[in-house]
């Protein structure tokens, strides 16, 4: 029976490790980008980024004053 659980656990870190090392070379592949963006893009995604935060911070604060 330990034989059976060791030999289970050795394939089964076999596999994790296949995993682990497949998204690890993706990773590496894609570190860098690749693509540049025009100053109205930026711009456009900054706009994009504040406007999260101000509807998470009107969340919060709904939530907040719903606690009350």
Same mark, same amino acid.
């Given at each position: @029976? =330990?034989?059976?659980? $060791? +030999?289970?656990?050795? #394939?089964? %870190?076999? +596999?994790?490790?296949?995993w682990?090392? &497949?998204?690890?070379?993706?990773? &590496? &592949?894609?570190?860098?980008? #690749? $693509?540049?963006?025009?100053?109205? +893009? &930026?711009?456009?995604? =900054?706009? /994009? #980024?504040?406007? /999260?935060?101000?509807? +998470?911070?009107?969340? %919060?604060?709904?939530?907040?004053? @719903?606690?009350?």
């Open positions: @029976m =330990l034989t059976l659980e $060791i +030999v289970f656990g050795q #394939r089964i %870190g076999s +596999v994790f490790r296949g682990t090392d &497949k998204i690890q070379e993706i990773n &590496k &592949k894609y570190e860098k980008p #690749r $693509i540049t963006m025009s100053p109205g +893009v &930026k711009i456009a995604l =900054l706009f /994009l #980024r504040v406007y /999260l935060i101000l509807l +998470v911070i009107l969340l %919060g604060y709904k939530f907040w004053t @719903m606690l009350k």
